[in-house]
């Protein structure tokens, strides 16, 4: 079946009614398989003051039952993970087995924050005054806007949405130009959970199609309190200065250049599989891709060419295939940024009108020039060191901080790594790559990774307002710090 076909069988299960002006493409070969309805500017407006008064209902409905939409939610997901996972393999291009994986990243957020709705809590402090009590509320913020990027299209929306909503807040979602299909295809489950939960107020999650215009557009709105944004670190340096202009706030989750540190020694044979997954999976388009590896002198030359000759033998090809392991590009844009940075990449003619590349390997000398960017496609930077404090440096010595890890089997070597003075990234793991993250921790980066923190953890905290409390159970007013201002004194 050819991938307008089969997007359009499982649109039409899922019960999703598309179309419009804004056409939408396969990668596994470039043919166009749907198209959907830009958001004017008058829509933007009209969502935000439609998710304001929804926003006043949600706010009072207890957390445990906004919890119950949550869990719905993730009943609608299990049931239609198949499907929807297709469809992710469809429009960004993964293979089937990092479809479904992103799908029941889903499921797996929503089981969280289904936990979390009876789990808001804050904080009872002592008071320095007698007969007094301070406490800690978190309320919710209001509405929040999620933003996100073409190679995670169904998978940040939940991990923002599912806490969003326990924490009481409306969300408007604004997906990526390249991938409106799969995010349709969401709120259609959302539809189906909606209805079996029965009084939620209307306009509590939207979905607004549409390119930068759409995302700015939000960003400027007094009304939304959160622009949570993935993508890149262009988009934040964009957006970002637009929110905090107005004071609003962002959750930011931008680009990375993500490093491993491969040590003498290290267990060889897992570090060669953690390599090939980060650097290759996902045809190199995750923000947590291997891109850099930085290997000691003295095991360098064996697994560089042991990685070439595994790199050699990756089946590269259409992504519904079993067994292809990496698929294709997003677009040609895509293809063209890996041919600026590596122009000895090799195109592997898998489909006709898909961009598909064998992962590449270059060494490097020094940590210089392209390799400071984030070049959005497989390519593997292979560095070497001698001493362990050169390693480290090398792994912190770039714009970006989100993720890194060490191979090795050195205690002390694994601890400096995780230390203060160690890795300077959101992510720092021993003896597995650096991508591929559960839902339980915070997930995010420093530097220009933008600094947000999202999924697990205490992450909920950003989709909530803090609120201070002090209450005098007594019958005197002592002031705080001792400070008199009695008119009699
Ligand atoms: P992108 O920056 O081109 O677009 C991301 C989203 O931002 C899209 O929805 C786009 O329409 C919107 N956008 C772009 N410019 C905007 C602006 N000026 N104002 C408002 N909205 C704007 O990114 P992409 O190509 O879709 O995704 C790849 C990038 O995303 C990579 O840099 C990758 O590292 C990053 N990413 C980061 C994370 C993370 O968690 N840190 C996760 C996934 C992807």
Request: aromatic share 6%; hydrophobic share 45%.
């Amino acid at each position: 079946m050819s991938p307008a076909e089969e997007t359009a069988k499982i649109l039409r299960q899922l019960g999703v009614n598309s179309g419009g002006g804004m056409p939408c493409c396969s990668p596994i070969d470039g043919s166009r398989i749907g198209s959907v309805t830009e958001a004017s500017p008058v829509e933007v407006g009209a969502a935000c003051a439609a998710a304001q008064a929804a926003f006043l209902a949600w706010r009072a409905v207890p957390a445990p039952r906004r919890g119950e939409l949550v869990r719905l939610l993730g009943e609608e997901l299990r049931s239609a993970k198949e499907p929807l996972a297709r469809l992710v393999t469809l429009e960004a291009g993964k293979i089937v087995s990092e479809g479904l994986g992103e799908v029941q990243e889903m499921i797996d957020i929503c089981d969280y924050a289904v936990g979390l709705s009876r789990q808001l809590y804050g904080l009872v402090i002592a008071s320095e005054r007698p007969e007094h009590r301070m406490i800690e509320q978190w309320h919710p913020l209001g509405l929040v806007a999620v933003i996100s990027a073409f190679n995670f299209p169904v998978a940040v929306w939940a991990w923002n949405a599912a806490l969003a909503l326990v924490c009481g807040d409306p969300v408007i979602w604004k997906p990526s130009e390249k991938t409106p299909l799969t995010a349709a295809a969401v709120m259609a489950l959302v539809g189906r959970a909606l209805a079996r939960f029965g009084d939620a107020p209307h306009a509590l999650l939207q979905l607004l199609q549409g390119g930068r215009a759409v995302g700015a557009a939000l960003a400027d709105d007094p009304r939304i309190k959160l622009v949570s944004a993935t993508g890149s670190t262009r988009m934040g340096r964009e957006l970002g200065p637009l929110v905090a202009a107005r004071f609003g706030r962002t959750l930011l989750e931008l680009g990375g250049n993500n490093a491993m540190i491969v040590a003498p020694s290290a267990d060889l044979a897992l570090a060669e599989r953690a390599i090939l997954f980060s650097a290759a999976g996902t045809a190199g388009q995750r923000c947590t891709s291997l891109r850099r590896l930085i290997v000691h002198d003295s095991i360098a030359d064996a697994l560089v060419s042991r990685l070439r000759a595994l790199i050699a033998k990756i089946p590269v090809g259409d992504p519904r295939d079993s067994v292809t392991l990496v698929g294709p590009l997003i677009d040609a844009d895509a293809y063209d940024a890996m041919a600026r940075a590596c122009p000895d990449v090799e195109r592997v003619d898998a489909v006709d009108g898909g961009h598909y590349v064998r992962p590449a390997l270059v060494e490097v000398s020094a940590q210089a020039g392209i390799m400071l960017e984030e070049t959005f496609a497989p390519i593997l930077y292979v560095l070497r060191y001698s001493t362990f404090d050169q390693a480290i440096a090398l792994n912190n010595d770039v714009k970006q901080g989100l993720s890194s890890s060490i191979f090795t089997n050195d205690l002390r070597e694994a601890e400096r790594f995780l230390s203060a003075a160690g890795s300077d990234c959101g992510i720092a793991n021993v003896n597995i790559g650096p991508s591929g993250a559960e839902i339980g921790g915070a997930f995010g980066g420093e530097k220009e990774t933008g600094g947000g923190r999202e999924s697990g953890s205490d992450s909920w905290r950003a989709y909530m307002r803090r609120s201070t409390n002090t209450i005098n159970y007594g019958s005197t007013l002592p002031l705080a710090q001792g400070v008199k201002f009695d008119l009699d004194a």
